[in-house]
């Protein structure tokens, strides 16, 4: 049984706080794209777990893995292993040998290009991580893969076909100096050693054959998606997006199970339920029209503690974008959705959510695909009964029906808009604050 969690919308929609609860039935963990720009939070009584690359699961003594889809920077990766022990956890993570590295002149080159497109608006607002430009060089066949660090020889050869391409790019293309990004030796060094680690810890795989035998003895894989529908490269908000793909397909080309594996599982659609967004692209349903929308979104952002969990920046605010979840519901072929921060919007005195766009004197209901027509759509609204502020702890206990009525009526209306079920419902941060109808694995 598989069961892949998908962000339907901008990221950050609460796929850690899911991928925590029912990774609890799941075996093995697999994060199939994306790398240390996700951030995803746990909470087990209290206590706070932000994970950047190592698998939600991984706090739940899951089987973490890194897929081929992934581009991994070990820097990161052990030192967040590392922090993980400190608090008392062994975390059990494997590394497809397929998956990308991302090096250090990767992420200077993110910065380099952001810096150089600040006077334009084609400034993506990126996580500085290295993601985009780790990417090109996979496509571009001139990557570093985890497979590569465990042999110097082989290691030293790809580096010395590439760093000079890259000093001469940031030197001559750029204007500025190479520093020690590109010291071929000094790479080797690290990147070898880090090869050590992984070899001597068994920690690089074979993922596609790896997930294939747990399978075949029974175990349960969930994929955990990171990022979201509408920054994905091919369904997103291009180029406002990411460099991978966080809609369900990746989980079969970034692990190496076949799309029937993950068609045969449940495909789970983790909602917001309203719109947040880091970066720049798109946001029809954003508040910031006048000083009350922006007030609001204040209100919003501060109570959803909506700064980025990687790089601490104000996330924007909107209403719950309809049109968007029905072009999420379509790529991935939800299954079925979980619905989160609900509790955020309680005791205000309005709800509304976009249901549909007006563009060119006509409604849509789904998203046009390219950027500049998506961003000159005007959101019809539709107005909600606000729901009051209760314990939610105590719903939570309680169950579904606790639920107060208003905030029932936006649920089905969803359910009804994206025609799939509702499987939880998320009232707070902590594992405990999830309502559950349906648990995927026992689908
Ligand atoms: P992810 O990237 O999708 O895993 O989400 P993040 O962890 O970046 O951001 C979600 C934030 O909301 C985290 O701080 C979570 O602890 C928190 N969170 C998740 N679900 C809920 C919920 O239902 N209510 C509230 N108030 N917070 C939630
Ligand atoms: P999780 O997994 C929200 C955004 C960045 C930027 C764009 C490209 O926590 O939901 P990148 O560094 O990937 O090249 O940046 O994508 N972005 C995210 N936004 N949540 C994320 O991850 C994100 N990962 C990347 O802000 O707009
Ligand atoms: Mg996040």
């Not at 910065?111 to 006077?119: S, W, Y």
């Not at 690290?190 to 075949?216: H, P, Q, S």
Request: glycine residues 12%; negative net charge; aromatic residues 6%.
């Amino acid at each position: 049984m598989t069961v892949t969690i998908v962000g339907s919308q901008l990221g950050d929609e609460g796929k850690g706080a899911l991928v925590d609860l029912w990774g609890g039935d799941a075996d093995i963990v697999v994060r199939y794209q994306g790398g240390d720009n996700a951030g995803h939070t746990v909470v087990e009584d209290g206590e706070e777990y932000k994970l950047s690359l190592v698998p939600s699961g991984a706090v739940r003594d899951k089987v973490g893995i890194l897929g081929n889809g992934c581009v991994i920077n070990p820097r990161t990766l052990f030192s967040e292993i590392d922090d993980l022990r400190e608090r008392g956890l062994e975390p059990d993570v494997r590394l497809a040998k397929r998956a990308h590295v991302i090096m250090p002149y990767h992420r200077r080159l993110d910065n380099i290009e952001e810096e150089a497109k600040a006077d334009s608006d084609l400034t993506v607002g990126t996580t500085g991580r290295g993601i985009g430009p780790t990417y090109e060089d996979k496509a571009g066949r001139r990557g570093i893969r985890v497979g590569d660090l465990l042999d110097r020889d082989v290691l030293r050869q790809r580096l010395e076909y590439v760093v000079p391409k890259k000093k001469s790019l940031i030197e001559d293309v750029y204007g500025l100096e190479a520093g020690e990004e590109c010291d071929i030796e000094a790479l080797i060094d690290e990147y070898a050693e880090f090869g050590r680690r992984l070899r001597e810890n068994d920690m690089a795989v074979n993922c596609g054959d790896f997930l294939a035998e747990r399978r075949e003895a029974g175990e349960n894989v969930m994929f955990e998606g990171a990022q979201g529908t509408l920054i994905d490269i091919d369904h997103g908000s291009y180029p406002y997006v990411t460099s991978s793909n966080p809609t369900a397909g990746g989980a079969a080309t970034g692990s190496g199970l076949g799309p029937t594996v993950v068609g045969q599982g449940e495909v789970v659609g983790i909602v917001k339920a309203y719109l947040s967004r880091v970066g720049e692209g798109p946001m029809p349903t954003e508040l910031k029209d006048d000083d009350r929308e922006e007030e609001l979104a204040d209100y919003i952002r501060e109570k959803g503690g909506e700064f980025g969990t990687v790089t601490g920046r104000p996330r924007r605010i909107g209403w719950l974008d309809i049109p968007m979840l029905r072009h999420a519901a379509r790529v991935s072929g939800f299954t079925g959705i979980a619905v989160n921060h609900l509790d955020v919007l309680a005791g205000l005195d309005e709800i509304k959510v976009g249901h549909a766009y007006e563009h060119d004197g006509e409604e849509r209901l789904t998203i046009p695909a390219t950027t500049e027509e998506w961003a000159k759509c005007e959101p019809v609204l539709k107005e909600f009964e606000p729901w009051p502020d209760v314990d939610w702890s105590e719903v939570a206990e309680e169950g579904y029906d606790a639920i107060p009525d208003a905030a029932q009526d936006y649920l089905d209306y969803l359910a009804e808009e994206l025609d799939v079920p509702v499987y939880a419902v998320g009232v707070g941060p902590d594992r405990e604050q999830t309502v559950q109808l349906t648990n995927p694995f026992d689908e």
